[in-house]
T-cell receptor, first 114, second 114 residues
Framework: AQSVSQHNHHVILSEAASLELGCNYS??????LFWYVQYPGQHLQLLLK??????LVKGIKGFEAEFIKSKFSFNLRKPSVQWSDTAEYFC????????????FGGGTRLMVKP | DGGITQSPKYLFRKEGQNVTLSCEQN?????MYWYRQDPGQGLRLIYY???????QKGDIAEGYSVSREKKESFPLTVTSAQKNPTAFYLC?????????????FGQGTRLTVV
């Protein structure tokens, strides 16, 4: 079965610090990769997604993620975080040969101090 | 406004009672999903439906039931058989179950069983 690991459960940063959230998945076939964000009191919403092509994907609000196939990773990055980035971030994987089920990681709760 | 509406936002029930969570979408999406969110465990799939009058069990379907009588509605019943029902429940929909299709989420229902 496919699985998704997010190793950082809680991250605390000061404003303007750089962010990298790790995401690793365990599936060897063709995968589609997503990062979702859940701001306090709001819907879970899509930050960015990778299906094919350029492994460096740019999303909303200055976020980007890099798909490294050899490392089974899809880490999320932002060069300079803002207080408004305080949220919970979820990595998700959809494997084409695993029933197209969207499998989520455990989430990373990010707090940005002003 | 197009989107997914879950109601109620907060729900309290006594142990041993069944309770039904509502999920309605006006996005004309074929696929709908129910996830359970617990701290540190990400989102786990309970049930999903690809089309009206059809639904499939997800990873943690025991103690839950669903119906899909209309395209726009996918209610979830948490039965008394569910051993640990207190959780945050998220409903989602997508245009179809294709691997590259984005899922859209409702705001969630927080169920507390006392």
């Amino acid at each position: 079965a496919q699985s998704v690991s997010q190793h950082n459960h809680h991250v605390i940063l000061s404003e303007a610090a750089s962010l990298e959230l790790g995401c690793n998945y365990s599936y060897g076939g063709t995968v589609n990769l997503f990062w979702y964000v859940q701001y306090p009191g709001q819907h879970l919403q899509l930050l960015l997604k990778y299906f094919s092509g350029d492994p460096l994907v740019k999303g909303i609000k200055g976020f980007e993620a890099e798909f490294i196939k050899s490392k089974f990773s899809f880490n999320l990055r932002k060069p300079s975080v803002q207080w408004s980035d305080t949220a919970e971030y979820f990595c998700a994987v959809n494997a084409e040969n695993a029933g197209n089920m969207l499998t989520f990681g455990g989430g990373t709760r990010l707090m940005v101090k002003p | 406004d197009g989107g997914i509406t879950q109601s109620p936002k907060y729900l309290f029930r006594k142990e041993g009672q069944n309770v039904t969570l509502s999920c309605e979408q006006n996005l004309n999406h074929d696929a709908m999903y129910w996830y359970r969110q617990d701290p540190g465990q990400g989102l786990r799939l309970i049930y999903y439906s690809q089309i009206v009058n059809d639904f499939q069990k997800g990873d943690i379907a025991e103690g839950y039931s669903v119906s899909r009588e209309k395209k726009e509605s996918f209610p979830l019943t948490v039965t008394s058989a569910q051993k640990n029902p207190t959780a945050f429940y998220l409903c989602a929909s997508s245009r179809d179950r294709g691997p590259s299709t984005e899922a859209f989420f409702g705001q969630g229902t927080r169920l507390t069983v006392v």
